[in-house]
C-alpha cells in the first residue's frame, strides 16, 4: 500500500516549498516531489496544530487495549483510546508484534485530522526475542564491535516486529554493586561507560533503515548515584563528580547521533531530574546542541509530588514542561494540564513548540512520515526474529564476555575425556534465569542452561545434583524475588555426586531477576544457602570450578581464598550455556576484563579504582598508627580490581617508553609497551593505558582510564601496542568550571588491569 501525505499536512508543505504564506494550498502533489529540509517539513507541520494536538505529541502511553478485541467503551482506556483518536498521543510503549502495532497506527494516520503518525517505545535493553548477555556482562568484553553487532541484532528484531523505539543504552557510571541497575550499564569508569555508549548507540540506529531504532540515552543524570546503593533513592553529588564522571558518557553518545534521551527518578541539588532546567535545558540543549527530545521516565513528571516538589500533577507538569522535559510517559499530566497551563501564562508557548518540533523531527528522520507503516511488514517479521545469524552473534558476544577471576590447579580448561565432572546447582539446569532481567519480549525457558552445553562435549561422565534453589515460589518480572534461606534438602545429592567426581563445577549466583530495577541488595554474598553449600562440598571435594551467574558484582573473598579456579559467567542470555560450555572446555579462551571492581565486604561500596586520595592516604604509616584512611577488619583494596581477567594464556608486560617527556598545546606523546605472550596457547588481552594528574586546580583521581586495545597475540610473541596522549586526553572539568587541560606533571601507566605496575612520568605545558 502506497502512503500520501495527510492533504492538510501536504498542502502546507507545498506551500511553505512555493514560498506562498497560507497553508491553504489546493494543488495537488506527492510527499517525494517536496525535496524540503527536515526543519521547515517540522515548521509546516507545526503550523496546522492546535495547542491540544501539540501536547498530544508530548503524550505517550502504554498500551491500554488488546486492538484484537472489542473497542473500549468505559473507563481509562475508552478516555485513551478517545485521545488516540483525536491526535492526542504522540506515542506509545509496550505495544509490540506488526499486527498491534500496524492496527495503531492505522488509527493515528487515517483517522485524526492530521494523520501524525506514532513512535512506539520498548525497553530493548539486551536483545529482543534473541537476548544478548546483560548489558554489564557485555561490557567485560571490552570489544566495541561485538557490543555494536549485539545492538544491531537487537534493533534488527525489533524493529522487524513493528518498534521504532529502544529505551537505552543505559549510561549511568555505577559504583555501587548494591543498586540492582548496575546489570544494565557498562560499569564504573566514565572513559568506558563512553566508549560503549557510542557502540550501542551505533549500533541501535545503524542508518535508521527499516531494522533500525532510535536510541534512548537513559537516565539523565546521576541515578546510579542513589544513596545506599537503593532505587529510586536520593542523589547527593558534586559539580565536580556530575561533570567529571556522570556527564562524559552522556556527552558522548549526544555526540554519537542518539535521538532521545530519558531523564531520571532522581532529584540532584535538590531538584528532580524530570524538572531540573540546569539538565535538560542549559546543559543538555544549550551546552551541548542536543536537537532531539527529552522523555521522562516511568511517572517521573507524578513523582515530583512525592519528592516534595510539586505540590499536584498541574504543578508537576508546569515545572517538568518549563525544564525541557518533552513527553510524558504514563503521568497523565501534560494532557491532563498542559493547555490550560500555556492558557494561564504559566508555560510559555514556546516551549510547547521546542518540545513539539524535537518531537516531529526525530519522527521524520525515522521515515514515519513519508511511511507511518515503515515497521510494519508481516513478512519481514517472521523472517528476521531468530534467525541463526543472530544466534551465532549473541553467542559470540557471550564467550567475550566471560571472565576468568582465578585459575590454579590446572582444572580449567577441562579435559574434553576420561573425566567424572558433577555439576551442582540450581542455576546449572536453568533455562530462564541466563536471559537476565530486561527481557520482557523474551520467552521463558528458551536459554541453553549450563548443563545443556555442557553435555554437547560427550567424552565425560556428567553427574547432576541441584543442591538448592535459589529463589523459592515464582520468580516474575516486577515482583518480588524470594531468596532459599531454609531448604537444603538437596545438600545430600549434591554430596554424593561431588565425592566421585574428578571435578565439581558448581553453578551459583543470583536468579536473573534478582538484579535489575527495584532490585536492590543490601547483602553482595551468594544468596540463601548457596555459601553453605559450597563449602559443604568444598569438604568432600576441593577441585571446584565455580560458575558465577550474577547481575552485580559480589561479595566472595572465602571462595577467593579456597576455590581453585572461578569464571564470571553473569546472565549471558540466550546462549548462556553454550558460551560458558566452550570457555571451560577450552574452545574459547577467556579474555574478558572486570567493568566493576569486586569488594570484599559489602561495607567498601560504593568501590572503584578512580578515586581519590585523601590527606592521609596511608603511604608510609608505621603499622602500630590507627590515623590513616583505612579499615581496621578488611583491606581497603577490592577483591579483584576493575580491569582484572585471566585468561588460558600467560601475558607480560615491560619496556614502557616515551616519545618524549612533555608536550605543549597541539602537541602528543605517544606511549609504547610490549606485551609477550609467554605461553603456549594464543590468546587476546585488552592493554589498559591508565593517567594521573598529580596536581590540579580541583583534586584528581589516583587514576583514570584513558586508552585500551584489545589484541590478540599469537603463543610466543611480542607484541607492541602504542597509544597516543594529547591536549584532549588530559583535559577535565576545572575549578575554571569548563572543560580544559591545565599545565602540570603526569603520570601514566600501562597493565593489564588497573593493577598496573609499568609507569612513566611527563609534563604539559600550555
Known amino acids: 500500500m502506497k502512503y500520501t501525505l495527510p492533504k492538510y499536512i501536504l498542502a502546507a508543505c507545498l506551500a511553505i516549498a512555493l514560498g506562498c504564506s497560507s497553508t491553504k494550498h489546493n494543488a495537488i502533489a506527492t510527499k517525494n516531489s517536496l525535496q524540503l529540509p527536515i526543519d521547515r517539513k517540522v515548521d509546516s507541520v507545526l503550523a496546522l496544530m492546535t495547542l491540544e494536538e501539540k501536547v498530544g505529541q508530548m503524550n505517550q502511553y502504554n498500551g491500554f487495549w488488546d486492538v484484537t478485541g472489542p473497542v473500549p467503551k468505559n473507563g481509562a482506556a475508552a478516555l485513551k483510546y478517545d485521545h488516540l483518536k483525536k491526535g492526542w498521543v504522540g506515542s506509545m510503549l509496550n505495544v509490540k508484534g506488526v499486527k498491534d502495532v500496524k492496527a495503531l497506527q492505522k488509527i493515528a494516520v487515517e483517522e485524526t485530522r492530521l494523520g501524525i503518525p506514532l513512535i512506539f517505545g520498548f525497553d530493548v535493553i539486551h536483545g529482543y526475542k534473541t537476548i544478548s548477555p546483560i548489558p554489564l556482562a557485555e561490557a567485560a568484553s571490552w570489544d566495541l564491535e561485538a557490543i555494536e553487532k549485539s545492538a544491531q541484532i537487537a534493533a534488527a528484531e525489533a524493529a522487524a516486529s513493528g518498534l521504532n523505539w529502544t529505551f537505552a543504552p543505559m549510561v549511568d557510571v555505577s559504583r555501587d554493586a548494591r543498586w540492582g541497575r548496575v546489570m544494565e550499564g557498562a560499569g564504573e569508569d566514565p572513559y568506558l561507560n563512553s566508549r560503549i555508549a557510542v557502540a550501542r548507540v551505533k549500533g541501535f540506529q545503524g542508518d535508521l533503515g527499516e531494522l533500525s531504532v532510535a536510541a534512548c540515552v537513559k537516565h539523565f543524570a546521576g541515578y546510579s548515584f542513589a544513596e545506599a546503593g537503593k532505587d529510586y533513592n536520593t542523589v547527593e553529588v558534586s559539580n565536580n563528580t556530575l561533570h567529571n564522571i556522570i556527564l562524559p558518557p552522556f556527552k558522548a ?245 561431588a565425592k566421585g567426581a574428578d571435578v565439581v563445577i558448581m553453578v551459583l549466583g543470583e536468579h536473573g531477576l534478582q538484579t535489575g530495577e527495584g532490585r536492590s541488595r543490601s547483602d553482595l554474598n551468594l544468596p540463601g544457602v548457596q555459601q553453605e553449600l559450597l563449602q559443604t562440598i568444598y569438604k568432600v571435594n576441593p577441585n571446584i570450578v565455580l560458575v558465577l551467574n550474577n547481575g552485580r558484582p559480589l561479595t566472595i573473598p572465602w571462595a577467593a581464598q579456597n576455590i581453585p579456579s572461578i569464571v564470571e559467567a553473569w546472565q549471558l542470555g540466550t546462549q548462556s550455556g553454550n558460551a560458558i560450555a566452550q570457555v571451560l572446555y577450552g574452545d574459547y579462551n577467556p579474555s574478558g576484563k572486570l567493568p566493576m571492581s569486586f569488594p570484599r565486604s559489602v561495607g567498601q561500596v560504593p568501590l572503584y579504582y578512580n578515586h581519590k586520595s585523601t590527606g592521609r592516604p ?124 591545565e599545565a602540570g606533571d603526569f603520570k601514566v601507566m600501562v597493565g593489564g588491569s588497573s593493577a598496573t605496575s609499568l609507569e612513566a612520568p611527563f609534563s604539559y605545558t600550555n
Open 253 to 497: 553518545a549526544a555526540d554519537a547521533g542518539a535521538l532521545t534521551f530519558m531523564n531520571s527518578f532522581n532529584e540532584l541539588d535538590g531538584i528532580p531530574a524530570t524538572g531540573n532546567i540546569h539538565l535538560q535545558r542549559q546543559i543538555l540543549k544549550g551546552d551541548w546542541g542536543f536537537k532531539g527530545f527529552v522523555v521522562s521516565d516511568w511517572g517521573s513528571i507524578g513523582e515530583m509530588i512525592a519528592h516534595g516538589y510539586s505540590k499536584d500533577l498541574k504543578e508537576a507538569a508546569m515545572q517538568a514542561a518549563n525544564a525541557g522535559s518533552d513527553m510524558d510517559m504514563e503521568s497523565h499530566g501534560y494532557i491532563e494540564h498542559l493547555a490550560a497551563l500555556v492558557r494561564e501564562g504559566k508555560v510559555p508557548q514556546d516551549n510547547i513548540d521546542d518540545a513539539v518540533r524535537r518531537i516531529l523531527h526525530v519522527k521524520f528522520i525515522l521515515g514515519l512520515f513519508d511511511d507511518p507503516y515503515k515497521y510494519c511488514n508481516e513478512v519481514r517479521e517472521q523472517q528476521t526474529i531468530g534467525k541463526q545469524e543472530f544466534q551465532d552473534g549473541v553467542l559470540d558476544v557471550a564467550k567475550k564476555s566471560i571472565v576468568l577471576l582465578k585459575n590454579e590447579k590446572n582444572l580449567l580448561p577441562l579435559k574434553k575425556t576420561g573425566q567424572k565432572i558433577a555439576v551442582i546447582g540450581a542455576l546449572a539446569n536453568d533455562k530462564t534465569s541466563p536471559l537476565g532481567s530486561w527481557r520482557i519480549a523474551a520467552d521463558d525457558g528458551t536459554a541453553v542452561s549450563v548443563l545443556e552445553g555442557l553435555k554437547q562435549y560427550s567424552g565425560n561422565t556428567i553427574t547432576y545434583a541441584k543442591g538448592a534453589d535459589v529463589a523459592v515460589g515464582t520468580v516474575a518480572f516486577g515482583s518480588e524475588t524470594k531468596i532459599n534461606t531454609t531448604d537444603k534438602s538437596g545438600f545430600a545429592e549434591a554430596v554424593n555426586a
Open 618 to 741: 596511608g603511604n608510609g604509616q608505621p603499622t602500630e598508627s590507627v590515623f590513616w584512611s583505612h579499615y581496621i577488619d578488611v583491606e581497603s583494596s577490592p577483591l579483584y580490581p576493575f580491569g582484572h581477567g585471566l585468561s588460558y594464556s600467560k601475558f607480560e608486560y615491560s619496556n614502557l617508553k616515551l616519545s618524549n617527556t612533555t608536550f605543549a598545546k597541539d602537541g602528543k606523546i605517544t606511549v609504547s609497551v610490549d606485551v609477550k605472550n609467554s605461553s603456549k596457547v594464543d590468546g587476546k588481552e585488552v592493554v589498559q593505558l591508565y593517567l594521573h594528574d598529580l596536581f590540579a586546580s580541583v583534586t584528581r583521581p589516583v587514576k583514570e582510564l584513558k586508552g585500551f586495545e584489545l589484541t590478540e597475540i599469537k603463543a610466543g610473541q611480542t607484541k607492541t601496542i602504542t597509544f597516543a596522549i594529547n591536549q584532549k586526553t588530559i583535559e577535565f572539568y576545572t575549578a575554571n568550571n569548563k572543560w580544559e587541560a
